[in-house]
């Protein structure tokens, strides 16, 4: 079976730093992405890892371990507007086809 | 440009009404995907397009079509209604690059249906 494990909830406080980690089994593995979901809204395109190693993106970053189908992202420097859903989704293959996990609610308390 | 936009946002139907929702996309993007979102659950694909004309099986297509008549276009349809498919619907898209989808998708609004 295909299967994306992550925490369903992680409190932080504002200027603190938070992990959200994402672990994967999949017949097929191209990537992984991080999406980012407001309540109500539509989801977001934050980071994609292809290769082991860490990608950084202003305050976001993102680490990928294929060898231990393991990932993460990494908010840092944390605001009141990041409080929202974050998904990690594997792409398993040419054509971008997403297999989403089931999302991790990240609330920010002043 | 208005990126994705999805018709309509909301929606009631009974069990056994059938209906068709609309994406379009201004971005000249090859690449079309409808998800659908329940509660606690992450996205799951119904059915994607690689390019006008072409559609393909997702993860959870059973009791759905689709159609891409149009490179902007790509339409869902419910023949036949049930409980099961309330729900909110997204639809996506990605642009290709050397023959590659690009890692982004670029989501609308969501349709939120309920069927009764």
């Known amino acids: 079976g295909q299967s994306l494990e992550q925490p369903s909830e992680v409190t932080a406080v504002e200027g603190a730093i938070v992990q959200i980690n994402c672990t994967y089994q999949t017949s097929g593995f191209y990537g992984l992405s991080w999406y980012q979901q407001h309540d109500g809204g539509a989801p977001t395109f934050l980071s994609y890892?292809?290769?082991?190693g860490l990608e950084e993106t202003g305050r976001f970053s993102s680490f990928l371990s294929r060898s231990d189908s393991y990932g993460y992202l990494l908010l840092q420097e944390l605001q009141m507007k990041d409080s929202a859903s974050y998904f990690c989704?594997?792409?398993?293959?040419?054509?971008?086809?997403?297999?989403f996990g089931a999302g991790t609610r990240l609330a920010v308390h002043p | 440009n208005a990126g994705v936009t999805q018709t309509p946002k909301f929606r009631v139907l009974k069990t056994g009404q059938s209906m068709t929702l609309l994406c379009a996309q201004d971005m000249n993007h090859e690449y079309m995907y409808w998800y659908r979102q329940d509660p606690g659950m992450g996205l799951r694909l119904i059915h994607y397009?690689?390019?006008?004309?072409?559609?393909a099986k997702g993860e959870v297509p059973d009791g759905y079509n689709v159609s891409r008549l149009k490179k902007q276009n790509f339409l869902l349809g419910l023949e036949s209604a049930a409980p099961s498919q309330t729900s909110v619907y997204f639809c996506a898209s990605s642009y290709s690059r050397a023959g590659v989808a690009h890692n982004e998708q670029f989501f609308g609004p969501g349709t939120r249906l309920t069927v009764l």
């Open positions: 989704a594997v792409r398993t293959g040419g054509y971008n086809k997403l297999i």
């Open positions: 890892n292809a290769l082991d």
């Open positions: 397009s690689v390019g006008e004309g072409t559609t």
